[in-house]
């Protein structure tokens, strides 16, 4: 039957039907009647009918026929209703109103609305909502049995009409939003109905009340008023709050949050891991051991009390641990090592704060923080972490027990930490730390200084059970006090301490020793250190140092000292004077000599070797490292750094020492000091540098491009091969330059100096010297004195200087400059050109064509043979001439000259001529220009005058030779190799293209060279000096120069005076040297130009800076560019 519905009959035509005939099943969306007739449990017939039909829903009806009775959804009204559902799945609403809705049979879904309803389920598991409104859930066991009630709340009635409840029949389960009710009516263990509430409801809130019901009792939020208030909560999980006044809050059973509020409130939160907050105020929290296990107290304080009410409690009772910001108590009541109850208090606790007082109650005893006055205080903490401040005064302190913070502050304090690790400062003043060994273990000292005492109580310190350590600014002593090896006892001392300095002095106590700084005098002194990282200066004089231990810094000054440093990696320097370096080879072990020469010695007591057992490694950037294995044994003995590269020591025995010296010259480039005595030195290969100091030195420098100062003393010096640097110094010394384009300077002394092959520079200097430039084109200087300078073969430049000079040009077309004072200039062989400056000289031109000049004075001039020019110059001039040369000048100072600039004049009555005498044409040739700084102009010829001008000379390409006179004269030189002499006044010189000479001559000039290897010379004045492009000189001579090399290798000497020297990277492989002279100069380095900002050339700065403050006069010389310097006092960064 496919659409069986409401109003619908089946009909057995044949038989009457009773329901106990009929069988009705489900399965597949097809309902099955089968039919029994007979009662003997076979079905007789059986049909289907489409659909799932309800249970219960076909029944056999009075007719004895079958019908389909649906089940029942009813709504009621907003009275009181009365609604009774069928047997089947019924939906009944009640609405409104104060309803009775029964279910019956079937799984029925009932709502009873607003009002008190009465609602039964009746059989089948039912979906029951009472609504709002005290509703009464009431039916018997088996009706309950698989109930879901969705609303049940404070007010409604579970009421089991079949049997009388207890609290022991209910059992309550609450998981996943579900609350199950369990009852077992007649205790035998076995559930005899269950059904659920919906919501999670809290444990005790399901009770059975009096009236043998169940009913929902709500745990209580109850907030009491400012005064004293007493609540009580229920035994579920109420919140209750005290707000403010004295108040009594009682918690009962159930997981509680109680907060007393303000005033001196008593909590007890019952049975339950209660939340109690006492708030401010003095507040007690009470209860039996059972009761505070699982709570929380969240703000436990000074003045609190927690009160145990059924065990006496004792300090051993209770044990009290932090962790994550939470400190943990736990109770062992009966001593049997197992906590019975525990508890959490919010926050981190010191260690010993959380006590049981006398009164057998918990307490919370902060750390104390306690300053004291200026005057002299007695300070006493806790057994917890106290910070104690003396301020001031010679005051007390006393930690106690607890991780303590005490500075004493201001005055001579004694101090305790007691046990813990305490950190301690002293502050200013002569402190004493006391403690036993176990109180010192931990702590930490800030500030430990000379004249405090770290006194150890209960054991008698000796400096061997020290042991002291340092890493990462933090030094630690550790104390063996029974001699065992292991530490008993350890503490820092804040701070790097040198080694040695923390000892055990004569009082037992620990001492700071720190090392000392001493400087003597310029006397004979006797100077000795301490054991530790000492400064020890001697200054002046012959001087005595003894370094004892650690790692010394000695300098011996100036005079022959005895430097001995003792134990430990010290950096000993001599000084001027010919020093001993003394010790033992463990002494000397690891130690540095900044300026070990060969006048120096290296005194090795105790130990007798030879020279096998000294290896000299290849020096390093500068330094010579030197291993000695006196025993033969392979390993050495000592290890030793020599400033400068040596590849040699002389091995001699005195006795029972063994003495070590530099042995001499190698086949390497050497740096080489002499003695103060007469020293012979053969440099052999290599480019080297030797300084003598006093005595009679003979020095031959061989192969190589060297550099020799005599220093004091008559000194022969022989450059033999190499472009060689030759400085006698003072004394009468003898200089020969041999083969090589060499630089000679004979300094002050009567000095005797030959070029020898090679186009040489050679300077006379004070003295009367005896100036050879032998073959080459030579570039002579006289200096102060009357000097003989013979230039000799090649074209050759001789200046005379000062005094009554001879000048010879020998073969060869050269130039002779008298320059001052009464000279004689021969130019020998070849077309010569010479000037006689001021005074009353003699010029003889010799064989050639020559060009002579009288400058100013009464000179006589003879052309010898040849086509001679001669020029009358300044003064009364006499001159003659063989051969075809023509231009005598005569009388008062006329002549005439070839390119000179013209000029008019007439002489007046005062006999003072006007004119001008500017320039001379510039153009390719040889040129000579005179600018007239002294012109003579004539009337009849009687009259007289002169007239000083600025002169401009240009002479263009060529090989020029421009002279400036009086006034600020302009020359430039233009192409070629020129001459150009400035004069008088403030000139500014300009070499231009090719090889040029500039001479400034007197006041302060200006000096370019610009391109080519050009010669420089300042003269006196404070000149300016710049060589530009090409290989120069630069001679600043008299004066503060300021001398700039440029690019290619150069050669700058200051001369006397306070000279700027100029260094720049201009990246092209040039050599410099640069010489300071006389005075304080300054070597100025130029960051802008290359590579001189790289970290090399800082490091070279940095060992400048030593030998500069160190007062030397020796070479330094940069690792990363051929850059040497000398006799410089000071240095800039531009």
Do not use: C
């Amino acid at each position: 039957i496919a659409d069986f519905e409401d109003g619908d009959v089946i009909e057995l035509s044949d038989l009457p039907l009773t329901q106990s005939m009929v069988s009705v099943s489900q399965a597949g969306g097809v309902t099955t009647i089968e039919i029994d007739s007979d009662g003997d449990g076979i079905a007789d017939a059986s049909f289907q009918l489409t659909g799932n039909f309800e249970a219960g829903s076909l029944l056999v009806g009075g007719d004895g026929n079958i019908h389909y009775v649906p089940p029942v959804s009813i709504t009621g009204t907003a009275a009181e209703d009365s609604i009774v559902g069928t047997a089947l799945n019924d939906t009944l609403s009640g609405v409104a109103g104060d309803d009775t809705v029964i279910g019956l049979g079937g799984t029925d879904i009932i709502d009873g609305g607003a009002g008190d309803d009465v609602i039964s389920g009746g059989a089948g598991a039912d979906d029951l909502t009472g609504g709002t409104g005290h509703d009464t859930f009431t039916g018997t066991l088996a009706d309950f049995d698989g109930d879901v009630i969705g609303d049940f709340q404070e007010g409604d009635v579970i009421e089991v009409s079949n049997v009388a409840l207890t609290q022991a029949a209910v059992t309550v389960n609450g998981t996943g939003g579900v609350t199950t009710i369990s009852i077992d009516s007649d205790g035998d263990g076995i559930t005899d109905a269950s059904f659920q509430l919906t919501g999670n409801y809290e444990t005790g809130s399901i009770v059975v009340g009096g009236d043998g019901n169940i009913h929902y009792v709500p745990p209580v939020s109850i907030t009491g008023t400012a005064g004293e208030d007493s609540i009580v909560g229920t035994a579920l999980n109420d919140t209750l709050s005290g707000v403010a006044g004295d108040d009594i809050l009682i918690g009962l059973g159930g997981t509680d949050i109680i907060d007393g509020g303000a005033g001196d409130d008593i909590l007890s939160g019952g049975s339950g891991a209660d939340d109690l907050t006492g708030g401010s105020g003095n507040d007690t929290f009470t209860g039996t051991l059972a009761q505070f296990d699982g709570d929380a107290i969240a703000d436990f304080q000074e003045g609190d009390v927690i009160e145990v009410t059924d065990v006496a409690l004792t300090p051993a009772a209770l044990t009290v641990s932090e962790a994550g910001g939470i400190t943990t108590v736990a109770i062992d009541s009966n001593g049997d090592g197992v906590a019975n109850a525990s508890f959490q208090l919010t926050g981190s606790y010191e260690a010993g704060s959380i006590t049981v007082g006398g009164d057998g109650n918990i307490h919370y005893v902060p750390p104390v923080s306690i300053t004291g006055t200026a005057g002299e205080d007695s300070i006493v903490g806790t057994a917890l972490n106290d910070t104690l401040s003396g301020v001031a005064g010679d005051d007390t302190l006393i930690g106690l027990d607890g991780a303590d913070i005490i500075d004493g502050g201001a005055g001579a304090d004694l101090i305790s930490g007691g046990a813990g690790s305490d950190d301690l400062t002293g502050g200013l003043g002569s402190d004493t730390f006391t403690g036993t060994l176990a109180q010192f273990d931990g702590d930490a000292i800030a500030d430990f200084q000379e004249g405090d005492v770290i006194e150890v109580t209960d054991v008698a310190l000796t400096p061997a059970a020290l042991t002291v350590s340092e890493a990462g600014g933090i030094t630690t002593v550790a104390i063996d006090s029974n001699g065992d090896g292991v530490a008993d006892a350890s503490f820092q001392l804040i701070g790097a301490f040198e080694t040695g300095s923390i000892v055990v002095g004569a009082d037992g106590g620990i001492h700071y020793v720190p090392a000392v700084s001493i400087t003597g005098t310029d006397g004979d002194d006797l100077i000795t250190g301490t054991a530790l990282d000492d400064t020890l200066s001697g200054r002046g004089g012959n001087d005595t140092i003894i370094g004892l231990a650690s790692a010394d810094i000695i300098d011996g000054g100036s005079g022959d000292d005895l430097i001995s440093g003792g134990l430990g990696a010290d950096t000993l320097t001599g000084g001027d004077g010919s020093d001993t370096f003394a010790g033992t080879l463990a002494e000397l072990d690891g130690s540095i000599f900044e300026d070990f020469d060969s006048s120096d010695e290296i005194r090795v007591s105790g130990a007798t070797f030879g020279s096998s057992a000294v290896t000299v490694l290849p020096p390093v950037a500068g330094k010579t490292t030197i291993t000695v294995d006196s025993n033969g044994d392979g390993i050495a003995d000592a290890t030793f750094v020599i400033d400068g590269e040596h590849y040699g020591l002389g091995v001699t025995v005195d006795g029972t020492d063994t003495i070590l010296r530099i042995s001499g010259p190698t086949v390497f480039d050497d740096d080489l000091t002499g003695t103060t005595g007469d020293d012979a030195i053969n440099l052999l290969a290599g480019n080297d540098v030797y300084l003598g100091l006093s005595g009679n030195d003979a020095v031959v420098a061989n192969d190589g491009n060297d550099y020799v100062d005599g220093g004091a003393g008559d000194d022969t010096l022989y450059g033999n091969q190499g472009n060689d640097t030759l400085i006698g110094d003072t004394g009468d010394d003898h200089l020969w330059g041999g083969q090589g384009d060499d630089l000679i300077f004979g300094g002050i002394g009567d000095d005797s100096m030959e070029g020898g092959v090679g186009n040489d520079t050679l300077r006379g200097g004070d003295g009367r010297d005896t100036v050879r430039g032998a073959s080459g084109n030579d570039k002579i200087h006289g200096g102060g004195a009357n000097d003989i300078l013979l230039a000799g073969a090649g074209d050759d430049m001789v200046l005379g200087g000062a005094g009554d000079d001879i000048l010879s040009g020998g073969s060869g077309n050269d130039t002779l400059l008298g320059r001052y004072d009464n000279d004689t200039l021969r130019g020998g062989e070849g077309d010569d050109f010479g000037h006689g400056g001021t005074g009353d000289d003699l010029l003889d031109g010799g064989l050639g064509d020559d060009t002579l000049y009288s400058g100013y004075g009464h000179d006589v001039l003879s052309g010898g043979d040849g086509h001679d020019f001669l020029i009358g110059g300044g003064g009364a001039s006499t001159g003659s001439g063989k051969g075809s040369g023509s231009g005598k000048g005569s009388g008062s100072g006329k002549g005439s000259g070839s390119g000179k600039g013209s000029g008019s004049g007439k002489g007046s009555g005062s006999g003072k001529g006007h004119g001008s005498s500017n320039g001379v044409g510039h153009g390719s040739g040889h040129n000579t220009g005179k600018g007239h700084g002294s012109h003579q102009g004539s009337g009849s010829g009687k009259g007289s005058g002169s007239a000083v001008f600025d002169d401009y000379l240009d002479g263009g390409a060529g090989d020029d030779s421009l002279w400036g006179g009086l006034g600020d004269d302009i020359l430039i030189g233009g192409d070629g190799d020129d001459g150009l002499f400035g004069g008088y006044d403030n000139d500014t010189l300009s070499g231009g293209l090719g090889n040029d000479t500039l001479l400034g001559k007197y006041d302060d000039d200006v000096l370019v060279g610009n391109d080519g290897s050009d010669e420089l010379f300042g003269g006196q004045g404070n000149d300016a000096l710049a060589g530009g492009a090409g290989d120069d000189i630069l001679l600043g001579n008299k004066g503060n120069d300021t001398l700039d090399g440029g690019a290619g290798s150069n050669f700058l000497h200051g001369g006397s005076g306070d000279d700027v020297l100029i260094y720049a990277d201009y990246g092209d492989g040039g050599a410099v040297q640069l010489y300071g002279g006389k005075g304080n100069d300054i070597l100025q380095l130029d960051l802008t130009v290359g590579q001189l900002a790289d970290a090399a050339v800082q490091k070279d700065l940095s060992d400048l800076d030593e030998w500069l403050h160190g007062g030397a006069k020796g070479t330094f010389e940069f690792s990363a560019f051929d850059l040497t310097v000398r006799d410089i006092e000071g240095y800039q960064l531009i």
